[in-house]
Every structure is written in C-alpha cells, then in structure tokens.
C-alpha cells in the first residue's frame, strides 16, 4: 500500500521582478533534507527564478522513478514554489523493511525565452519505518528481576533508541532492546517503553510484569564426629530458616533433601560419616522459583574427632636408650598412650608412656614393636595409633646367678641385649633339662617346666639365637 504525505514549506514572495531580459532561471531546494516514517510518496517544495509567469521546465532524478522533465510550469503572481511529486516504489524489493535514503537531484532549469542553468542541487529524504515494537520476553519471573527483550519487526536496532520507565521500580539498560528490571519485591509493575528510528519514527507501548520473587534460606547447625569408630550412628539436628512463598523443596550439599516445608525455623535431622561443611545447594518455593546463590547462606560444620598420631620415623637404630616422640592432632585436649606391641611385649621399658615425648630402655637385641595411641578427650573415646620400630644394638649381658625371693631383685634371668629369637635351656648338674623356652623374654625365676621352684644350688644355661653367638653359662639359684 502506497502512502501519501505532502510537507507544507512557507511560501516566498519575490519582492520585485526583473525584466526579462534580465532574468536568468534558476532552481533550488527550500529545505535541507528530510525525515519521514511509513511514506512513499511526498511533494518535496523547490523555489524556482523565471520571467514572472513565463513557462519553464524542470528536469531532476529520483533514484525510484529515474529522470523525470517536468514540462510547460508557470508560477502564480507573489508565489515562487513548485512542488516535485516524489513517488518512491519499492518494486517489491521490500524497500521499507530496511532504513533508505532517496537523494532527490535537480539537473537543470530551461525557460520558453530560451534561458537554460544546468543545476546540481540534491536533497535527501531519509525514510524509515516506524517500528512495530513488542515485548518479546515472559511477562512472569521468579526473583526481584527479569530481563525483558523487544522485538519490532526491523533487521537490526542500528537506527533505534530506547526509552524505559517503570513505576516504583528500576530499569538499567543492557543492549539495545534489552533492559533488565530491577524491583524492591515480589508484585506487579507497570512498564513503559518508547522506541524512536531516526530521531523521529517511534512507537510507544505499556506492559504489565509480574515478579513472583524467590526464596531466601539459611542453615545453622555443628556436629562431632568419630570416622574411626565402627558401625558409627552419628545422627544430629540442624535448624533451617526459609523464607517467601511456602511450601518449599530444598536439597543440601550432602544429598539430603525434603518436601512441602513451610516458611519460618525448621529443625531438621541429618547424619554424617564424614568431616564436612553443609550448606544448602537449593530453594524451590510453590512457584517453582528457584533462590539465588546469593540468598542461600549458612552452614553446618561436622567436625572429625579423629586423632591422627604420627611417629617421627619408622625405623629407629640405637644403643641402651633413644628418645620417642609422636606428634598430636590436638595435644592439648586428647590423651596419648605408649604400649609395647604384641610382637615384642617385654622388650624394654617406656620412662612415661602417657607423655608425647618420652625415652624407651631395651633390654633386647634387635626390633622392638611400640605403638602409641591418641584418644581424644571429648566424650567420643574416639582413638588412633601409629607404629613405631626400633632397633636395638646394645651388647650382651647376662648374669651368672639369680635370687628369686620376690624382693624384686634379681628375681628373674635378665639377659640384656636378648635377641628376639631365641631358645634358652637349663640343666642340672647331671646334664637333665629342667627348663626350656623358645624366644624367651628375661622372666624365667628358677622354676622347671612345670613352674615348680627348682632347688638352690649351681645349673647352667645355653641360649641360642639370631645373630648371636651361643651363651654357655653357670648359673646359681639362691633363695635366701
């Protein structure tokens, strides 16, 4: 469909008309240009000079409608203005879907008294289309904002401008076409946008958007825990606070996650195996709005009692006495404890097994086994331990009677330097065993192998082991 609009240009009266002998024709454009919306067809106003009312012609371009010669014109008495009709047919090249520029050129001015100018006048007219602009994005969001994007049935918005409002809430804009809304809360806003193409094509529209707001959650909460116990049931309670539009699903970082919670403090049972921060991962209320990271806060520390003894090193190489020292989880509230361990239960003496730092005397050659176990002090008696092995390379030294009278003196066989593997065997004076052991452990007291009390008097002993050459000793037992 073809439009038509006429711009109106304030007439010129030429005060005082020369002769025509005098007169030399001439042509040119009153205004500088125009913008016009939506229009195809238009009268642009030239002032043309001739002889009063002679007859003259006109021949200018029209990129649409190619040159024209407009013949045998004559102005009226006190009025100087002619009008070029403008006919701008798109030809089915959907011209006015883009923005155009029609440059209108006056070539030349002839009069019947046979004056003729060429001219080069031009004029542009800028046509655009004025934009069928719409909302294209949701009407409805979830939170306090929602990006709203137009649509206005151009190419591009390189020509356009936009012009937003809302009633008691903020717009910024983010890209042409796009804005972002930004409100105190939940509810109804009235939107406003203008969009103008060239400075003069616009189009005004008036939505209504609704923002349904989302949840805002927070979790608090602390647990103990003991990894190391067996079979552990380390059930406890947390308090979750969650507030919009109820009932809620929500879902923590542990995997927990429950249904149909109202608004308000909610206290919720959890369990954990291990030491963890939980927090909330997700808040969906009965709109199906989703909180944002921002709005989920809070934790739930579980913490692991867990001692975590360790040894300075794992093999130890001395002679008589060495230092041991273990380091804590936390020395300062759980307990430490050195034991010798199964494989050499009497091999030697610890000065003080509770203390962190302590020394430890062999009386045996070769490895000892020492565990230390940290316990911790919070009611849980949860406990660790780590192995520490020595290796003792102190020389031997045996006796050659004992006194086994309970007075604790020299009541047993002590062999320092004693190898772990070993047999000790005793005999009479006849050559009869009356005692035998294998990896014996200096805590024979002068009895035979049916633990009865052997008589005072004068025996030998052999002991054989690892690394050692064979001991053959006279022994004598005295009571008294």
């Given amino acids: 469909m073809k439009h038509k609009a006429t711009i109106a240009i304030a007439l010129c009266t030429i005060a005082a008309m020369p002769t025509l002998s005098q007169t030399i024709p001439y042509a040119e454009f009153v205004n500088a240009d125009t913008t016009v919306c939506d229009v195809i067809s238009l009268n642009i106003p030239v002032r043309c ?14 990129p649409s409608q190619g040159d024209k010669l407009d013949r045998n014109l004559t102005l009226e008495e006190g009025n100087d203005i002619y009008y070029i009709p403008i006919n701008i047919d798109d030809n089915g090249s959907a011209v006015w879907s883009q923005d155009h520029t029609e440059t209108i050129r006056l070539i030349s001015i002839s009069t019947e008294s046979g004056g003729e100018v060429a001219l080069d006048k031009t004029f542009d007219i800028r046509l655009f289309t004025t934009p069928k602009t719409r909302l294209a994005s949701e009407r409805t969001g979830c939170g306090r904002q929602m990006e709203m994007t137009i649509d206005d049935g151009r190419p591009s918005f390189d020509a356009a401008t936009f012009q937003w409002s809302a009633a008691g809430a903020a717009i910024e804009a983010s890209a042409p076409g796009r ?5 105190p809360g939940a509810g109804t806003y009235d939107v406003t946008l203008t969009e103008t193409v060239g400075g003069k094509c616009r189009t005004t529209i008036s939505e209504q958007l609704t923002l349904l707001g989302s949840p805002i959650g927070h979790i ?18 947390a308090t979750i606070r969650i507030e919009g539009n109820e009932p809620f699903y929500y879902r923590l970082s542990n995997g927990f996650g429950q249904s149909g919670l109202p608004a308000g403090e909610s206290v919720i049972g959890l369990n954990a195996r291990q030491q963890s921060a939980i927090v909330i991962d997700t808040i969906a209320d009965t709109n199906g709005c989703a909180a944002t990271p921002a709005d989920l806060t809070g934790q739930v520390t579980v913490t692991d009692r867990k001692p975590n003894p360790a040894v300075a090193q794992d093999t130890v190489a001395f002679t008589g006495v060495t230092t041991i020292s273990v380091d804590m989880s936390d020395p300062a509230a759980n307990d430490v404890l050195w034991t010798l361990g199964p494989d050499t239960p009497d091999n030697g003496i610890i000065a003080d097994p509770t203390s962190a730092r302590t020394q430890y005397r062999s009386v045996l050659y070769g490895i000892a086994q020492l565990i230390v176990t940290e316990t911790n002090s919070d009611g849980l008696e949860c406990a660790d331990s780590d192995t520490l092995y020595l290796m003792s390379q102190m020389p031997l030294r045996y006796p050659n009677g004992i006194s086994p009278n309970g007075d604790g003196i020299n009541d047993c066989l002590v062999i320092e330097g004693l190898p772990n593997s070993n047999t000790l065997t005793v ?16 805590d024979w007291g002068g009895t035979d192998n049916g633990g009865r009390p052997l008589e005072e008097g004068y025996y030998y002993y052999v002991l054989e082991g690892t690394d050692i050459s064979t001991i053959k000793e006279t022994l004598v037992i005295k009571r008294n």
Avoid: W
């Fill in 49 to 62: 000079k001739v002889n009063g009312t002679e007859m003259f012609s006109l021949r200018y371009n029209c």
């Fill in 427 to 442: 005999f009479d004076t006849t050559g009869s065993i009356v005692f035998q052991t294998r990896d014996y452990r200096n």
């Fill in 220 to 237: 608090d909460g602390s647990a103990i825990i003991c990894s190391n116990i067996e079979d552990p049931n380390f059930d406890f309670e």
């Fill in 179 to 183: 804005a972002v809304l930004t409100a």
